[in-house]
């Protein structure tokens, strides 16, 4: 059995592809078709949420009288430096394949394009070979 490549989350034969995200998923190489690799982005969301925040307190320090000003600023101000101090949007890349006349499932995904190009060209050479 040849092995294309062998990494701490994944391994690539000329028979299986494993993928060990919790619980370990194998897929039978001959069997995968369609392959395709996708982007995503995970959302933005805390950042929307942060400057709609800081401009809400920047209206009520314009607009309200003395006690409601420091209330509705200050707190205002809190929760977006809260919200602000999330982790920044991460970039998720993936794997899918027609797998056994199910219409697409996710062979695998990684936030680290190096470590996903290595398994994805792994897979690639793996699928040439066992089609010859």
Known sequence: MRTY????????????FIWVAGTPK??????LRHVSLRREVRSR????????????????WVQLGLPAKWYVGIGALAV???VAGRPPPTLLWALTAAYRGDEQVTLYTSA????????SRALRRAMEDTRR
């Open 45 to 60: 969301f805390g950042r929307v949420v942060a400057g709609v925040l800081l401009a809400v307190a920047g209206a009520s």
């Open 26 to 31: 194998a897929f039978a190489v001959a069997d």
């Open 112 to 119: 680290d394009v190096r470590v996903f190009n290595q398994v």
């Open 80 to 82: 977006a430096l809260a």
């Open 5 to 16: 490549y062998r990494g701490p989350d994944a391994a690539v034969t000329d028979e299986l």
